[in-house]
């Protein structure tokens, strides 16, 4: 079983930074690409920021330049740092990562979600 929990969310003023946390455990051989999603109610999921295994990264237009996603293979954990936020990043920030488990299968997983509110 695999379980990712988030932390980090919380109110912040526009203009300020929020860094939100990620972890990953359980019966996890391998993780692949990780990232972060953000949703609203009645609107789609989207992408916010996406990671290889290899580091290479990848950024929704509108936080480019604003937000960073790292990761830290050894302790399965990836990062979002926020910088100059604004109230339309306001939104429920999921985790996602690819895994594969000691079973050898690969599955896509979720967090349970962080609420991240930005006020003007």
């Known amino acids: 079983q695999v379980q990712l929990v988030e932390s980090g969310g919380g109110s912040v003023q526009a203009g300020g930074s929020l860094t939100l946390s990620c972890a990953a455990s359980?019966?996890?051989?391998?993780?692949?690409?990780m990232g972060w999603y953000r949703q609203n109610p009645g609107k789609e999921r989207e992408l916010v920021a996406h990671i290889t295994s290899e580091g290479i990264t990848n950024y929704a237009d509108s936080v480019k330049g604003r937000f960073t996603i790292s990761r830290d293979n050894a302790k399965n954990r990836v990062y979002l740092q926020m910088n100059s936020l604004k109230p339309e990043d306001t939104a429920v920030y999921y985790c996602s990562a690819k895994i594969i488990t000691y079973k050898m299968t690969t599955s896509d997983y979720w967090g349970q979600g962080t609420q991240v509110t930005v006020s003007s």
């Open positions: 359980g019966s996890i051989f391998r993780i692949k690409a």
